[in-house]
């Protein structure tokens, strides 16, 4: 079975510092990867996907995220973090012989200092 | 595009009470999911289903059942509301890749 490890349960970064969110995961073979984020009394929403090809993938609202097989890690990344940012994010792993069920992280919350 | 759609959006409930949660989508998709949320513990699946008429346990079903009678709807049970059952639940749908789209939750509180 597929599993999820996000290591840091909280971050704090300056607004327009760099970030990066880490997830590792474990599979067996290429599994589909995302990453969610969730803002307070919000359900989640998609911020980007890894399904083949390009190991660095770009999403919504800045944010991109590398996909390092060698290192089972889909690290989330933006450059210059905007208070806007503060939010939950979830790292999810999907498999496509398993119903398209995925198995999320435990989550990071970011917050924003001005 | 309404997208998922969960009702209610809150409610309290005793316990012993019944209650269904409804969760709808218009995106066409097969797979549907009931989640539930509680602080430090992630999602965890209570119910799945791949298709109209069917349905599956996901890691917590104990004190849910869930019914998929039309593609685009798909409901929560629970027959006797616990504190346990204290959580904010949301409704997922996705297309065969898992690229799930969600509902805004529904916030229960059993007292």
């Known amino acids: 079975a597929q599993s999820v490890t996000q290591p840091d349960i909280h971050i704090t970064v300056s607004e327009g510092a760099s970030l990066e969110l880490r997830c590792n995961y474990s599979?067996?073979?290429?599994?589909?990867l995302f990453w969610y984020v969730q803002s307070p009394g919000q359900g989640l929403q998609l911020l980007l996907k890894?399904?083949?090809?390009?190991?660095l993938v770009q999403g919504i609202k800045g944010f991109e995220a590398e996909f390092k097989r060698s290192q089972s890690s889909f690290n989330l990344r933006k450059p210059s973090v905007h208070w806007s940012d503060a939010a939950e994010y979830f790292c999810?792993?999907?498999?496509?012989?398993?119903?398209?069920?995925?198995?999320f992280g435990d989550g990071t919350t970011l917050t924003v200092k001005p | 595009n309404a997208g998922v759609t969960q009702t209610p959006k809150f409610r309290v409930l005793k316990t012993g009470q019944s209650m269904t949660l409804l969760c709808a989508q218009d995106?066409?998709?097969?797979?549907m999911y009931w989640y539930r949320q509680d602080p430090g513990m992630g999602l965890r699946l209570i119910h799945y289903?791949?298709?109209?008429?069917?349905?599956a346990k996901g890691e917590v079903p104990d004190g849910y059942n869930v019914s998929r009678l039309k593609k685009q709807n798909f409901l929560l049970g629970l027959e006797s509301a616990a504190p346990s059952q204290t959580s904010v639940y949301f409704c997922?749908?996705?297309?065969?890749?898992?690229?799930?789209?969600f509902g805004q939750g529904t916030r229960l509180t059993v007292v």
């Open positions: 999810a792993v999907g498999v496509l012989t398993n119903a398209g069920k995925s198995t």
């Open positions: 997922a749908s996705s297309l065969r890749t898992a690229e799930a789209f």
């Open positions: 599979y067996g073979a290429t599994p589909y």
């Open positions: 890894y399904f083949s090809g390009d190991t």
């Open positions: 289903s791949v298709g109209e008429g069917t349905t």
């Open positions: 995106m066409n998709h097969e797979y």
